[in-house]
């Protein structure tokens, strides 16, 4: 079974950063387009960014996010990061890693394999 398995959620205060990591099993994700989702309380789940097969990098995100979150992916290590930074209480959801075989697309549905998502909250 394909997994993708998170870490690095937790308790930031606000202005800090947090850096997510997401590690595939029994797959390659070279071979697959990857992207970051997160789901704040009573929100649906949204992504944030996508990096395509081809390395091609979709920025999904409002202007509230970009310039602030950063994805990548490390072929080497068959993992994939989202680095966040000057994070905000509204930022506060929990993030999902995710991967398929098609191109990138903010439909949730394209996605075939998901993390177990992790936590991030953004408080003083």
């Known amino acids: 079974q394909l997994q993708l398995v998170e870490s690095g959620g937790g308790l930031v205060q606000p202005g800090g950063s947090l850096r997510l990591s997401c590690a595939a099993s029994?797959?390659?994700?070279?071979?697959?387009?990857i992207a970051w989702f997160r789901q704040a309380p009573g929100k649906e789940r949204e992504v944030i960014s996508c990096?395509?097969?081809?390395?091609?990098?979709?920025?999904y995100a409002d202007s509230s996010v970009r310039g602030r979150f950063t994805i990548s992916k490390d072929n080497a290590n068959n993992a994939m990061y989202l680095q966040m930074n000057s994070l905000e209480p509204e930022d506060t959801a929990i993030y999902y890693c995710?991967?398929?075989?098609?191109?990138?697309?903010?439909?949730?549905?394209?996605?075939?394999?998901w993390g177990q998502g992790t936590q991030v909250t953004v408080s003083s």
């Open positions: 029994k797959f390659t994700l070279a071979d697959y387009t």
């Open positions: 990096i395509s097969r081809t390395g091609v990098r979709s920025n």
């Open positions: 995710a991967a398929t075989p098609n191109s990138c697309s903010y439909a949730v549905y394209i996605y075939n394999v």
